[in-house]
């Protein structure tokens, strides 16, 4: 569909927990335009874990929610990992 950027969304560990799926479509143009919009959806259970999450976009770790998505995008949604 023209005008769509849709991009691939995938949970991990207490992420998936509290969204209660481990991949979902998007059409967001920034992270912080897909974080908004699953948080809209997901509630505060997702919203505490989000705090502590870091983000992969397409293998790339970043923090910057005014990083534009490219359409086609894999956005991994990481906690932080317990052991070592």
């Given amino acids: 569909m023209p005008g769509r950027n849709e991009v691939t969304v995938r ?6 927990a509290a969204v209660g799926t ?3 479509v ?6 912080e ?15 505490r874990v989000l705090t502590a999450c870091s983000f992969l976009v397409d ?3 970043t923090r ?3 990083l534009v998505l ?3 995008a894999v956005v991994d949604v ?3 990992f317990a052991g070592g």
Avoid at 11 to 16: L, M, S
Avoid at 26 to 31: E, K, V, W, Y
Avoid at 35 to 42: C, E, L, R, T
Wanted: proline residues 7%; hydrophobic residues 35%; without cysteine.
């Fill in 11 to 16: 949970y991990f560990a207490g992420a998936r």
């Fill in 22 to 24: 481990d991949t979902e």
């Fill in 26 to 31: 998007r059409d967001a143009t920034s992270l």
């Fill in 33 to 47: 335009e897909l974080v908004g919009q699953i948080v809209a959806d997901h509630g505060a259970k997702l919203e």
């Fill in 59 to 61: 293998g790339t770790s």
């Fill in 64 to 66: 910057d929610r005014a």
């Fill in 70 to 72: 490219p359409t086609g």
């Fill in 78 to 80: 990481l906690p932080p």
